[in-house]
């Protein structure tokens, strides 16, 4: 490996620090000591491969979570590297002077360079060590050296690519940036120095593309400087600032060559930096967080001072708006940076400076540009204008924003990707947004008015250069649908056709997966919307969709098959109650058993909930084409699972309450065997509540006794089993108000229908299990796990796996198993009440053993059932 080219030396130490995070420390011990000896050898290819490997290896301590075993490794490593890395750096510097020549010895050693100080950062990252304490004078005057060289043969005439000089001087600023951040007491004298070595850097470096991670690391350092109190010194005096402000953050603020071909030529990665969040890296945001940063901290001068600037920008602008629309975006950005003092990606900005006029800006300076007729002149204006009253939507009250949409709607058919999008996401952000009674600010009787143009305007965006896909507009009709509601029924005529159409396309090539989410979202609220008016028009829609379904189930297109097997969920559901499952329902059910299907992990959570829905409405055609076995071959895979077995127990709890009991109670053996199997086998706590759940549905439903005859059919006795090792100790793991009410009605009947339970030998537990149940009342529920938890399934099925992802507006509706008993303690106490009927002179004494705390929780719930069981 340390004689390979240094592309593959690269590749080979990833794999070394793959094996190193398995086998290193204790499999592994005498690696460091290993790649230490390589330092003496001299040959600094050899070196580079060892230092690369350490900074993938070491690459972790960055981010892990601390614990004893990650401070023992940590220790092992300083014990044995700190000192030779070290004299490395030293004997490195040493040696680019003695070369200072010879260019291609530079780039060698100045690469070494880079990698010790990499190494440097991981090793520091989780606590300041002893060894890098004592010789903090030997790394901070050396960082201080190479931070102020200039190497003129490493200058590169290249504008887009760092090169080592760059990269040297951006991995300094990193290490110092956490130096002030981590340990400012111990790093305090060389602030004053590396604040002035800095800043003189940033008034050096040019505006290329090269240079733009060493900017944003240097620039971070200087707000990490500027938040420490203890440090504000060095920035209060007022020339200092306007210097920073002049030199360093304006021309770092400014939209450059780069930033505009960007916007351009790859608009969705400009999109992606500018609103989502992943411009952490850019010159933009760290001189943005600088000016936050310093007028959180100077305020009133840093407002004093770029407010002279903010009106020369504006004022050039004016003079020659075609020209100079670049010192308006700049000034649009400063009064972003300047303005904002917190907020959310939920709501955007949510806190401002008292001193920026927010409303006054927006109406002098934004609506104007949203105004313009022309909807394609000064693009990068336009998404600016967008993009600030996206930003401070929250601030800037219900009225602007009703009489902003208009202009949203209106640049929906910008040329530009980058406005357009940005229109419709504005839209769908402005659409979501809610007033302090959790109502929405903009309703459908706001929107009803521009309804055509939205909506058209929405589609037609979906039909422009680029944006065939455009994940923004998608969810912004998905929105605007979710707002409009019945109010969008007038649009669904012209809609649907085109949603399907969509469908049919992405279908060939799915690459998009928000914006096809956003799709099936959208289809989804439009079948609610329309059936919920008229539920007939369901088979409208089955006739739209039930081509492309089947196509993309024939094809076996596995990123849809999740999304289809909720739809065809939703249809069916929507059709309860008003008569038989149409015939082409029935033609695929077939398919929906093929074991396969069942293999991929997307699929389980909609194919159950389709399997179900069948269950519910044609159980007795399930039974005629002769799938039962197949549908509790399904049970049986999934009670299997431990990731699964929760579906397992809601597939039979539905066979119960709706499958034929005569054709299912031959299998109810078998069934409770599996069950039993697994239980012995390998418990956890998910399963543990999923039986308890079930056996007490069975009894709801089927009765006490055969419950307790079909276990003790299994093993002589073995009920006492359940009631001692399952329900006494673990019924208070159930959880969910549901599940709670059917365990009450389940242990009330064992409690009071069963005569076995009366009479030896499961007599002796009928006071336990009772008190249980109180307990399952009054307790809050047991949140302890068992050993079986922390398990790491091993997939089935290698490879590439569709994830599920549940539609919001295709969300199954909770099923109440007991719908006709509202409440478990008023079910207890009248069952109760008629077993002290039947037996009397029986129960005071078995209630006599409970608690005294037990027994007036339980007088409590006979009193409010106006029960006596005395």
Not at 75 to 84: Q, S, T
Not at 443 to 453: E, G, K, R, S, V
Not at 653 to 664: D, R, V
Request: hydrophobic content about 45%.
């Amino acid at each position: 490996m340390l004689r390979s080219p240094s592309a593959i030396q690269k590749q080979l130490s990833d794999a070394v620090s793959i094996i190193g995070k398995h086998d290193f420390p204790k499999k592994w011990p005498q690696l460091i000591d290993e790649m230490v000896e390589k330092f003496a050898t001299g040959d600094f290819n050899v070196i580079n491969g060892v230092l690369q490997t350490a900074h993938s290896l070491f690459k972790r301590y960055r981010y892990e979570f601390k614990s004893q075993s990650l401070w023992e490794e940590i220790k092992l490593v300083l014990d044995r590297m700190a000192k030779p890395l070290t004299d490395l750096l030293i004997n490195t510097i040493q040696l680019a002077k003695v070369h200072e020549n010879n260019t291609e010895a530079l780039k060698v050693i100045y690469g070494s360079l880079v990698l010790v100080c990499k190494v440097f950062f991981s090793l520091n990252s989780q606590d300041l060590p002893e060894f890098f304490e004592d010789n903090m004078s030997v790394w901070m005057t050396a960082f201080n050296d190479l931070l102020t060289a200039d190497v003129p043969c490493l200058r590169t005439g290249e504008d887009e690519d760092a090169g080592v000089l760059e990269h040297l001087r951006s991995q300094i600023c990193e290490n110092i940036g956490l130096y002030a951040q981590k340990y400012d007491e111990e790093f305090g004298t060389y602030m004053q120095t590396f604040v002035t070595a800095v800043w003189e850097l940033l008034v050096k470096t040019g505006i290329q593309t090269k240079y733009d991670s060493l900017v944003s690391n240097a620039l971070q350092f200087l707000s990490v400087v500027a938040e420490r109190n203890h440090y504000r010194k060095i920035f209060e005096n007022p020339e200092i600032l306007a210097n920073i402000c002049e030199k360093v953050v304006i021309p770092n603020l400014d939209f450059r060559q780069s930033d505009e071909e960007l916007f351009e030529d790859s608009p969705e990665e400009y999109i992606r930096r500018d609103i989502e969040g992943s411009d952490i890296d850019t010159r933009r945001r760290a001189a943005c967080d600088l000016v936050k940063t310093l007028s959180q901290n100077f305020e009133a001068k840093i407002f004093a001072i770029f407010g002279q600037y903010l009106e020369i920008l504006l004022a050039k602008y004016k003079e020659n708006p075609a020209a100079n629309w670049r010192a308006k975006d700049t000034a649009v950005y400063l009064v972003t940076s300047l303005a904002s003092r917190g907020g959310t990606q939920k709501h955007g900005i949510t806190h401002v400076s008292e001193l920026v006029p927010l409303p006054q800006f927006c109406a002098q300076h934004i609506v104007p540009e949203l105004e313009r007729p022309n909807i394609n002149e000064l693009p990068v204006l336009k998404s600016a204008a967008i993009k600030f009253v996206m930003v401070f939507r929250s601030l800037l009250g219900p009225q602007t924003l009703l009489a902003c949409i208009p202009h949203l709607i209106r640049h929906l058919p910008a040329e530009s990707v980058v406005v357009h999008s940005y229109a419709a996401c504005a839209i769908e952000k402005i659409l979501v947004m809610r007033d302090s009674n959790q109502q929405l600010v903009i309703t459908a009787q706001h929107l009803t008015p521009f309804i055509n143009d939205l909506l058209g305007g929405l589609f037609g965006t979906l039909a422009l250069p680029g944006s065939s896909e455009n994940e923004y507009v998608m969810k912004a009709i998905m929105r605007s649908f979710s707002t409009l509601q019945e109010a969008a029924m007038p649009y669904m005529a012209v809609a649907l056709p085109r949603l399907t159409e969509i469908l049919t396309l992405v279908a060939k090539n799915p690459s998009r997966p928000h914006f096809n989410h956003y799709l099936f979202e959208t289809l989804s609220l439009a079948v609610k919307i329309v059936c919920k008016t008229e539920p007939a028009a369901v088979s409208s829609f089955e006739e739209a969709l039930f081509p492309v379904f089947q196509g993309i189930l024939q094809q076996d297109i596995l990123e849809f098959m999740p999304y289809v097997f909720q739809m065809l969920s939703l249809l069916l559901e929507i059709r309860e109650g008003s008569g038989s499952i149409p015939e082409p329902y029935w033609a695929l059910f077939p398919c929906l058993l093929v074991p396969a299907l069942w293999d991929r992990p997307g699929n389980v959570t909609p194919l159950i909930r389709l399997i179900t829905a069948f269950i519910r409405q044609g159980s007795a055609q399930i039974g005629a084409l002769g799938k039962l076995n197949a549908v509790l071959g399904i049970f049986q895979k999934m009670i299997a699972s431990k990731s699964n077995d929760h579906e397992g127990f809601y597939l039979m709890q539905n066979l119960l309450a709706y499958y034929p009991n005569a054709e299912l109670q031959p299998n109810m053996r078998q069934i409770f065997a599996l069950l039993f199997q697994r239980l012995s086998l390998s418990k956890t706590t998910k399963y543990v509540r999923g039986i308890i759940v079930f056996l007490c549905y069975y009894t709801a439903k089927m009765g006490a006794t055969p419950l307790v005859e079909l276990i003790d059919q299994i093993q002589a006795n073995m009920f006492g089993m359940v009631v001692d090792r399952v329900f006494i100790p673990d019924m208070a793991k159930v959880s969910s108000e549901m599940d709670r009410k059917i365990v009450a009605v389940g242990i009330a009947k064992i409690l009071t229908e069963c005569p076995a339970m009366l009479a030896p030998p499961y007599l002796e537990r009928w006071s336990r299990l009772l008190q249980a149940l109180v307990e399952l009342f009054e307790l809050p529920p047991d949140q302890t796990t068992l050993d079986g938890d922390h398990f790491i399934e091993v997939d089935d099925a290698p490879g590439y796996q569709a994830a599920f992802s549940q539609l919001s507006y295709a969300q199954p509706k909770s099923q109440d198993f007991l719908a006709d008993i509202s409440d478990g303690r008023k079910y207890l106490a009248e069952s109760l009440g008629k077993l002290a009927q039947t037996r009397p002179g029986e129960l005071p004494t078995l209630v006599a053993i409970l608690g005294d705390n037990h027994k007036q929780a339980l007088q409590k719930y006979c009193d409010q059932a106006g029960v006596r069981i005395a």
